[in-house]
């Protein structure tokens, strides 16, 4: 079996609806022209030889019936274009002498009116005939008047501008093809444009797509502008990230470095621990940045479980600070769903409890909410709480508020990140009996 292949291109793919249609609705037009041109043509001729014949009855009743006169006369020869066939009780005339085969069994007929007669053979003439028979009386005289028209002649006129029609149709096909093709062209310049546009960008020597877009495109254009900015963005923060460790790192290797080329020190226990500690901190350093390298930023269609998300992770902190209590409280179901991966969700509660649970003094409290669209997470610990001038500089990188605590002030910052990258808020605020108490919105 014949496989037709499907076009890949957008202006195959019109052309292959386009011309079919076109093609069948110009034959579809071809053949009812045809149709009408044919009953047209009928009802014309019909009229015509009716007239004739009311003619040719005038004639008669101004000569009284006596119908050798009006064979007698010039007109029929200067207007008179039809055969005819007259007859009375006492003559019958037809003209031209060759119809009178072909006219003779209508007089014999009594219906009156249009009558055809078709597929007629007679002396050798295959004839196809159109008559209208008219009867009157003049002078109490029965008259018969026949007017009639050989068809075939009809026909071929009629099949000749038939031709004609059909030749327009096909050049009226070529002339659609060729609009069609020149419509296509240029209502895909635009596309053109901004694969051109799209080259210049890959090579460096625009930044964004400003080239004037149809509607059609300008949502394509703006989102493509969208995600140029947000890569941006990611790129910058994956370069700060960068700056920032390799800053941490290097601070860190300095002094391990300077303890280890200083040959008049020994190394007792105590200086190895702390050597131990401190190449530890850059483990945990570099940990974190790799994990925060990771974050893409949301992703369509990728959604978390909030509520069995907290009960994992107050399990393990609970495991990891067992002198503290650690409570979930929550007013959505264990099956919601929130727009936001799995892994940046858990490093929003991770870095907040942990942090909660390192400044705690007794009880760690976590509650979810949703209200409307927006989700709320929020963490209270009963801790000592920060002052209020010092609030603001919370999650900021590379602030800590207590260098005795173990850490790198890290959690918080990266929280900030994710929920900004969420557009987000963060809240920092100290509760009336000590403690404090972070609002994430999303």
């Given at each position: 079996?014949?496989s037709?292949?499907?076009?890949?291109?957008?202006?195959?793919?019109?052309?292959?609806?386009?011309?079919?249609?076109?093609?069948?609705?110009?034959?579809?037009?071809?053949?009812?022209?045809?149709?009408?041109?044919?009953r047209?043509?009928?009802?014309?001729?019909?009229?015509?030889?009716?007239?004739?014949?009311?003619?040719?009855?005038?004639?008669?009743?101004?000569?009284e019936?006596?119908?050798?006169?009006?064979r007698?006369?010039?007109?029929?020869?200067?207007?008179?274009?039809?055969?005819?066939?007259i007859?009375?009780p006492?003559?019958?005339?037809?003209?031209?002498?060759?119809?009178?085969?072909?006219?003779?069994?209508?007089?014999?007929?009594?219906?009156?009116?249009?009558?055809?007669?078709?597929?007629?053979?007679?002396?050798?003439?295959?004839?196809?005939?159109?008559?209208?028979?008219?009867?009157?009386?003049?002078?109490?005289?029965?008259?018969?008047?026949?007017?009639?028209?050989?068809?075939?002649?009809?026909?071929?006129?009629?099949?000749?501008?038939?031709?004609?029609?059909?030749?327009?149709?096909?050049?009226?096909?070529?002339?659609?093809?060729?609009?069609?093709?020149?419509?296509?062209?240029?209502?895909?310049?635009?596309?053109?444009?901004?694969?051109?546009?799209?080259?210049?960008l890959?090579?460096?020597?625009?930044?964004?797509?400003?080239?004037?877009?149809?509607?059609?495109?300008?949502?394509?254009?703006?989102?493509?502008?969208?995600?140029?900015?947000?890569?941006?963005?990611?790129?910058?923060?994956?370069?700060?990230?960068?700056?920032?460790?390799?800053?941490?790192?290097?601070?860190?290797?300095?002094?391990?470095?300077?303890?280890?080329?200083?040959?008049?020190?020994?190394?007792?226990?105590e200086?190895?621990?702390?050597l131990?500690?401190?190449?530890?901190?850059?483990?945990?350093?570099?940990?974190?940045?790799?994990?925060?390298?990771?974050?893409?930023?949301?992703?369509?269609?990728?959604?978390?479980y909030?509520?069995?998300?907290?009960?994992?992770?107050?399990?393990?902190?609970?495991?990891?600070?067992?002198?503290?209590?650690?409570?979930?409280?929550?007013?959505?179901?264990?099956?919601?769903?929130?727009?936001?991966?799995?892994?940046?969700?858990?490093?929003?509660?991770?870095?907040?409890?942990?942090?909660?649970?390192?400044?705690?003094?007794?009880?760690?409290?976590l509650?979810?909410?949703?209200?409307?669209?927006?989700?709320?997470?929020?963490?209270?610990?009963?801790?000592?709480?920060?002052?209020?001038?010092?609030?603001?500089?919370?999650g900021?990188?590379?602030?800590?508020?207590?260098?005795?605590?173990?850490?790198h002030?890290?959690?918080?910052?990266?929280?900030?990140?994710?929920?900004?990258?969420?557009?987000?808020?963060?809240?920092?605020?100290?509760?009336?009996?000590?403690?404090l108490?972070?609002?994430?919105?999303?």
């Amino acid at each position: 079996m014949l496989s037709v292949k499907k076009p890949t291109s957008v202006k195959g793919m019109l052309l292959a609806l386009l011309l079919p249609a076109g093609i069948t609705l110009m034959g579809v037009a071809w053949f009812v022209h045809g149709l009408l041109l044919e009953r047209m043509s009928r009802e014309f001729l019909e009229s015509r030889l009716k007239d004739e014949a009311a003619f040719l009855e005038h004639q008669i009743r101004d000569v009284e019936g006596r119908i050798e006169l009006i064979r007698m006369g010039d007109y029929f020869q200067d207007v008179f274009h039809h055969a005819f066939a007259i007859r009375t009780p006492e003559q019958t005339i037809v003209a031209p002498d060759t119809w009178e085969p072909l006219l003779t069994p209508l007089l014999d007929r009594e219906t009156d009116g249009a009558q055809r007669l078709e597929d007629i053979d007679t002396d050798n003439r295959h004839a196809d005939i159109l008559a209208f028979r008219q009867s009157f009386r003049v002078n109490e005289t029965p008259v018969v008047v026949i007017v009639s028209e050989d068809l075939e002649a009809l026909k071929r006129s009629q099949a000749e501008l038939h031709a004609w029609t059909a030749v327009v149709s096909v050049l009226l096909i070529v002339l659609l093809v060729a609009v069609i093709w020149i419509g296509i062209t240029l209502s895909l310049r635009p596309v053109v444009t901004l694969k051109r546009a799209l080259r210049k960008l890959q090579d460096g020597e625009i930044s964004r797509i400003t080239d004037q877009s149809p509607d059609e495109f300008l949502p394509l254009v703006l989102q493509l502008n969208q995600l140029l900015d947000s890569l941006d963005k990611r790129l910058e923060r994956s370069r700060e990230a960068l700056a920032n460790l390799s800053h941490s790192v290097k601070t860190s290797i300095a002094a391990v470095r300077q303890i280890l080329v200083d040959d008049d020190r020994p190394l007792p226990s105590e200086l190895r621990h702390q050597l131990a500690i401190r190449l530890s901190d850059i483990d945990k350093q570099l940990e974190a940045e790799m994990r925060r390298s990771r974050f893409a930023g949301p992703q369509v269609g990728n959604t978390a479980y909030p509520v069995k998300q907290a009960r994992d992770l107050l399990w393990m902190f609970g495991r990891l600070y067992p002198d503290k209590s650690f409570e979930l409280s929550s007013s959505i179901s264990e099956d919601s769903r929130w727009p936001i991966e799995e892994h940046d969700l858990n490093e929003v509660l991770g870095n907040l409890i942990d942090n909660a649970g390192k400044w705690a003094s007794h009880c760690v409290e976590l509650s979810l909410k949703q209200i409307g669209d927006v989700k709320q997470i929020i963490v209270t610990d009963d801790g000592p709480g920060v002052d209020k001038d010092d609030l603001s500089n919370l999650g900021q990188r590379g602030r800590r508020l207590d260098e005795q605590t173990p850490g790198h002030g890290l959690g918080l910052a990266i929280v900030r990140e994710i929920v900004a990258r969420y557009s987000g808020k963060i809240r920092f605020t100290t509760e009336p009996h000590g403690g404090l108490r972070v609002t994430v919105e999303l």
